[in-house]
């Protein structure tokens, strides 16, 4: 039996950051999160905000989040700058990955 590293997430990832990138796909979850680091560095976060986003999408939490991905379906956050909030949004790209996570697939 053939199994995934934990640190991979054997399905294409979907990324949006809301108000600031449009909605784009990586077929690997590390290049998922690039994206997504990439993202926050154009909005204007306080440090310390800016610094829990840092840890949250940091290479280093890849295995957590494909394991998200995996139970959940779904990674959810907010950047917030000033008053106004960018929804972060990572999820499974196809409707194999969404039933894996236990999401039903998505009407046709």
């Given at each position: 039996m053939t199994t995934t590293p934990p640190h991979e997430y054997p399905h294409p990832v979907t990324v949006e950051i809301g108000g600031v990138t449009e909605t784009a796909t990586f077929?690997?979850?590390?290049?998922?999160?690039?994206a997504v680091r990439?993202?926050?560095?154009?909005?204007?976060?306080?440090?310390?905000?800016?610094?829990c986003l840092a840890d949250l999408f940091a290479p280093e939490a890849t295995a957590r989040i494909a394991?998200?991905?995996?139970?959940?379906?779904?990674?959810?956050?907010?950047?917030?700058?000033?008053?106004h909030a960018h929804p972060i949004y990572?999820?499974?790209a196809d409707d194999t990955a969404a039933a894996v996570a236990g999401d039903p697939p998505e009407p046709a």
């Open positions: 077929t690997r979850l590390a290049d998922a999160l690039a990439a993202g926050l560095a154009h909005l204007p976060l306080d440090d310390d905000h800016a610094g394991q998200r991905l995996t139970d959940v379906g779904a990674l959810r956050a907010i950047a917030f700058v000033g008053l990572l999820r499974p």
